[in-house]
C-alpha cells in the first residue's frame, strides 16, 4: 500500500501548523497585554511541538515534510495586523486566533475522519490535535473574557 495519500495528508497539516505557530508568534508581537503576549508566545512553542511530531511521521512514511506555512496564512496575519491598525486592538488580535483556530481544527478533523489513513498515522495526527484542543479551549476562554 502506498504512503502518498497519507503523506500528502500529514503535508497539509504540517504546513497549517506552521502557519498557527507564525500566527501566535504574530499575535504576541500584537498584543497590548503581557499575558496574552506570555500565552501566545507559549501556544506557538507547543504548536512547534505538534509540527515536529508530524514531520517526523511523514518521515517514517518515506516523506520530505516542508518546513514553510502558506500564502493563506500569511494573507491571514496581514490581515490581523490592518484591523489591530484599525482600533480592534486585543480583540481583533483574538478574532484573528479564533479563525485560524476553527480552520485548523477542520483540516485535522477530516484527516482524522479519513478512512484512508493507516492507524500509526492516525495516532500521530491524534496526539498533534491535542494541540489544536488546547488551543480552541484557550481561545474560548479568552472570548468570553473579552464578552463580560
Not at 511541538?49 to 516523506?63: I, Y
Not at 486585543?90 to 479564533?98: E, F, G, L, R
Amino acid at each position: 500500500m502506498s504512503n502518498n495519500h497519507a503523506i500528502s495528508k500529514l503535508d497539509d497539516l504540517i504546513t497549517t501548523l506552521i502557519d498557527s505557530v507564525k500566527g501566535y508568534a504574530h499575535s504576541a508581537d500584537k498584543t497590548k497585554s503581557d499575558y496574552h503576549e506570555k500565552l501566545f508566545q507559549d501556544l506557538a512553542a507547543e504548536r512547534k511541538q505538534a509540527v515536529a511530531l508530524l514531520q517526523e511521521r511523514s518521515r517514517a512514511l518515506g516523506g520530505k515534510p516542508n518546513d514553510f506555512g502558506s500564502m493563506a496564512g500569511t494573507v491571514h496575519r496581514r490581515m490581523e495586523d490592518i484591523f489591530v491598525a484599525l482600533g480592534g486592538g486585543d480583540k481583533a488580535v483574538i478574532q484573528a486566533i479564533d479563525r485560524g483556530e476553527d480552520y485548523l481544527r477542520e483540516e485535522f478533523e477530516r484527516v482524522i475522519k479519513d478512512d484512508a489513513i493507516d492507524a500509526e498515522t492516525n495516532a500521530a495526527v491524534q496526539q498533534a490535535y491535542a494541540s489544536v484542543a488546547h488551543g480552541r479551549s484557550v481561545v474560548e476562554t479568552l472570548k468570553q473574557q473579552l464578552a463580560a
